[in-house]
């Protein structure tokens, strides 16, 4: 295996002097494994210093508007209510302060470890209304999907979803339409392209001529999809490819009907970068029944980010972790003021933990 990774990063090293120029290159991960893998193993420093690998939209909770968690709170102190959410959410800040210190106040708020242990939890407390938090990109939201069906065959009446779901492909395409930000070509997520395909990249590749490389966890992964996107860029034919094994071209047929049966596409809010069309996911009129915000009649809330707050600039690439003014100062992980240095998968919570110096 170091043999390969050796064998990477020669012609890595090779191509870039061949194409990275004065101006140098930037690869974007848009997966917040990626993220951390990246930093934990230190592969930045094993790259040659005009290639930059630069971190994307691709952490669930990042990516989470801040209304979201507002109305999550406003649910966690109802004395009816239990929040059903993965751990991660937990300690997001926000106006209303975090799920964690409304625990600390006595909300009911239980972290699980899938959608389906949310209907489960229903099924134990009948007495209360059980709230999954549905957040995350296409990797999660079949099993949100499943959760409603078997809450809808079971006929829970206090099992609802409070959805964020987000599609990648739409963000991708925002980001780049945006004049400020330079990618070279995209590292693309190994878990969301299981369900996808790698041919869901193809028109990316094609309309903006960017190389689209799923690559899987592992070094040898990244240093392979790395590899990949500059191949494409040194003979000029760019489209959409994996190096990531369980990635099919076409994806999970099966996970994908589900989504289309479940679920609507919308015009969807992301954290600092806006309302992006058709980005995200809402339940279908028929499942209506089982949409939180409904049944609780959640008010309109206007996005906002904490103050100082550079999460939407890290998250679209405009900006490293380390040149946020609040990065390891006013903001740490152990009181963050960002998502970024919450989530496991955060670029700021990766810096922090493996980059700092």
């Known amino acids: 295996m170091d043999r390969v990774i050796n064998k990477c990063c020669e012609e890595i090293h090779s191509l870039c ?3 990275a120029g004065k101006s140098g290159l930037s690869i974007m991960e848009v997966c917040g494994t990626h993220t951390m893998v990246i930093a934990q193993n230190g592969l930045r420093s094993m790259l040659p210093a005009n290639l930059r690998l630069i971190s994307g939209p691709g952490c669930p909770v990042c990516v989470t508007d801040q209304s979201y968690m507002d109305h999550a709170v406003m649910l966690a102190r109802r004395s009816d209510v239990i929040i059903a959410t993965f751990g991660d959410m937990v300690r997001v800040p926000g106006r209303l302060g975090s799920l964690a210190q409304a625990r600390s106040q006595g909300a009911g708020i239980e972290v699980v470890y899938s959608a389906q ?6 099924r134990k407390t009948p007495q209360k209304q059980v709230v999954f ?3 995350g990109f296409e990797t999660t939201a079949p099993c949100s999907a499943l959760a409603l069906q078997e809450a809808a065959a079971d006929k829970l009446e206090n099992f609802t979803l409070l959805t964020a779901h987000k599609l990648i492909l739409p963000a991708m395409n925002a980001l780049l339409g945006a004049d400020d930000v330079r990618i070279d070509g995209f590292l693309c997520p190994g878990h969301v392209s299981v369900i996808l395909g790698y041919e869901a990249y193809g028109e990316i590749a094609e309309k903006y001529r960017r190389p689209c490389v799923v ?11 790395v590899l990949e996107i500059l191949r494409q860029l040194q003979s000029g034919q760019f489209r959409s490819c994996s190096v990531y094994p369980p990635v099919s071209a ?3 047929r099966a996970a994908l009907a589900l989504l289309e049966e ?3 596409v919308i015009d969807a809010p992301w954290r600092a970068l806006g309302i992006i069309p058709g980005s995200g996911l809402a339940l279908r009129e028929q499942f209506s029944g089982f949409d939180a915000a409904r049944r609780f009649e959640l008010p309109e809330l206007e996005s906002y980010e904490m103050p100082g707050c550079r999460c939407g600039d890290v998250i679209s690439g405009r900006l490293s972790p380390a040149k946020c ?3 390891g100062r006013r903001c740490t992980p152990r009181d963050p003021v960002g998502p970024c240095m919450v989530s496991s998968e955060g670029a700021c919570a990766a810096a922090f933990k493996y980059d700092r110096k």
């Not at 242990?117 to 229903?122: G, I, K, M, S």
């Open 262 to 264: 479940i679920f609507q």
């Open 325 to 327: 003014k609040l990065f």
């Open 117 to 122: 242990q949310a209907v489960e939890l229903a």
């Open 215 to 225: 690559a899987g966890f592992e070094t040898v992964q990244v240093f392979l999809g």
């Open 133 to 135: 938090l549905a957040v």
């Open 17 to 19: 002097r061949d194409l």
């Open 250 to 252: 076409g994806g999970n």
